[in-house]
């Protein structure tokens, strides 16, 4: 059964630095994995999506990356702003069974980046 | 842009009603899902559709049914809430084809079972 663990739980850093959010996964038979920010009291909105056969995936300051093998994936925020601040879900995608490409999801990580 | 919308954002209603929560979605996607998330958990998926009269069960087992009739339209239903219902409930759609699809999510309900 498919697990995913995020680390650390929550993290704070001053504007302006980089910083890493990591991912891990029991299963890798996975269709893809996936980066989600959700804000206080919201839904949440698609960061960036790697599919199995990928490396890594980048949309502005954001780059995440995918490493079936150790079964991990990490989130790399470049110049970090106060605006970063938000809980990040990683959620990898089934590939088996009747579940087929739903997702598990890890806690999250609470970021907080203070001015 | 995703254009999900659930309703009501909150619900605070007394044990034994029971109560439908909406979800809505105007992207024409074939693919809807349930999910509930307690504070600082995960989500865990409660149900999921492929289409129109598809529906099935989640990984966490749920008291609710839910029901797809038209494809836009994906309600959620408590028969009869109970307190340990309490969590909010979040609702989310994705392209079929291949699994390959970036799920998109509604803002959520937050129900309160007094």
């Known amino acids: 059964k498919q697990e995913v663990t995020q680390i650390p739980a929550a993290l704070s850093v001053p504007e302006g630095e980089n910083l890493v959010l990591n991912c891990s996964f029991t299963?890798?038979?996975?269709?893809?994995l996936q980066w989600f920010r959700q804000d206080p009291g919201k839904g949440l909105t698609s960061l960036l999506l790697?599919?199995?056969?990928?490396r890594e995936q980048t949309s502005g300051r954001l780059n995440a990356s995918l490493d079936k093998s150790s079964g991990r994936s990490t989130l790399y925020i470049a110049a970090s702003q106060p605006g970063d601040s938000a809980t990040y879900l990683c959620?990898?995608?089934?590939?088996?069974?009747?579940?087929?490409?739903?997702?598990?999801f890890g806690k999250g990580t609470k970021l907080s980046v203070k001015p | 842009e995703a254009d999900i919308y659930q309703t009501p954002r909150y619900l605070v209603i007394g044990t034994g009603k029971k109560i439908t929560l909406e979800c809505s979605q105007t992207?024409?996607?074939?693919?809807m899902y349930w999910y509930q998330q307690d504070p600082g958990m995960e989500l865990h998926l409660i149900h999921y559709?492929?289409?129109?009269?598809?529906?099935e069960k989640g990984d966490l087992s749920s008291e609710s049914t839910v029901s797809r009739i038209r494809t836009e339209h994906f309600p959620l239903t408590l028969e009869s809430a109970r307190p340990s219902h309490t969590s909010q409930y979040l609702c989310?759609?994705?392209?079929?084809?291949?699994?390959?699809?970036?799920?998109?999510f509604g803002d959520g309900t937050r129900l309160s079972i007094l």
């Open positions: 989310a759609s994705s392209e079929s084809g291949t699994s390959n699809q970036p799920q998109h």
């Open positions: 299963d890798s038979a996975i269709y893809n």
């Open positions: 790697i599919q199995s056969s990928q």
């Open positions: 959620a990898a995608s089934s590939l088996g069974g009747g579940s087929q490409g739903n997702l598990i």
């Open positions: 992207m024409g996607h074939d693919k």
């Open positions: 559709s492929y289409g129109v009269n598809s529906t």
